[in-house]
């Protein structure tokens, strides 16, 4: 039997998050519920995330962006960028900048030049990455035992993000994986996928149908 209690253990978590924001309030809801921090990978743009995480006070990490407050943190990967954070393109610092989104350009605090939110082109002919944090995305991937799938792509959707996630599920031994998406067939096209190298697996209508009627938050 599947232990639905995982979260005890549970070290790691891949979130691939949609603009939906009663799907990410839910998402934090889990988040809280968690006693050990993991990673949260993500490819939205969007800052309603890292707004909730501060909203209640779940403190996290970006990479040469934000350093965490205290020893107990998310580390956040955002592989399309961010629009909370803003790099200035004369000295290409990078500021974590708590926005809600219609802010549009800033004041760089290192040379006071305009900066602008930080957002990269993944799935174009010639994307525009942040090659770190895909580097570590996928070093979370592949040591973590544990997943969760937010709103997975399908692979005629994302390529990119697709194959980032079936190369580190070839590549990791997972103990448990979750798969949360509205899509019928995005649930059986990963399950199929997880079925094929593991033996744990299991399919969600959406984020609140997982917290409320399977994990018994």
């Known amino acids: 039997d599947i232990d639905y209690k995982f979260l005890s253990t549970l070290s790691n978590l891949l979130v691939t998050l949609t603009k939906e924001e009663e799907e990410i309030e839910s998402l934090i809801k889990l ?7 993991g990673i949260i990978i993500t490819s939205s743009y969007s800052s309603t995330l ?3 995480l501060i909203e209640n006070n779940i403190d996290f990490s970006i990479d040469n962006v934000k350093e965490p407050q205290t020893t107990n943190y998310w580390r956040i990967y955002p592989l399309r960028g961010s ?3 803003f790099w200035c393109p004369k000295c ?3 500021t974590f900048y708590n926005n809600d989104e219609k802010t549009l350009a800033t004041i760089c605090k290192k040379c006071y030049e305009p900066a602008y939110p930080d957002l990269y082109a993944i799935n174009a002919n010639n994307p525009q990455t942040g090659p770190k944090n895909w580097y570590h995305a996928y070093a979370g991937l592949i040591n973590s035992s544990n997943w969760l799938l937010v709103s997975p792509p399908k692979n005629t959707e994302n390529e990119i993000i697709h194959d980032l996630i079936s190369t580190a599920l070839s590549n990791t031994n997972l103990k448990q994986a ?3 998406s509205n899509d019928s067939k995005t649930r059986d096209h990963w399950n199929n996928n997880f079925n094929r190298t593991n033996d744990l697996s299991i399919s969600c209508s959406s984020l609140f149908e997982l917290i409320n009627n399977h994990l018994n938050i």
């Open 31 to 37: 988040i809280k519920t968690c006693p050990e921090p």
């Open 50 to 52: 890292t707004n909730l």
């Open 92 to 94: 290409k610092n990078k």
């Open 83 to 85: 629009s909370s954070i």
């Open 178 to 180: 979750y798969i949360v």
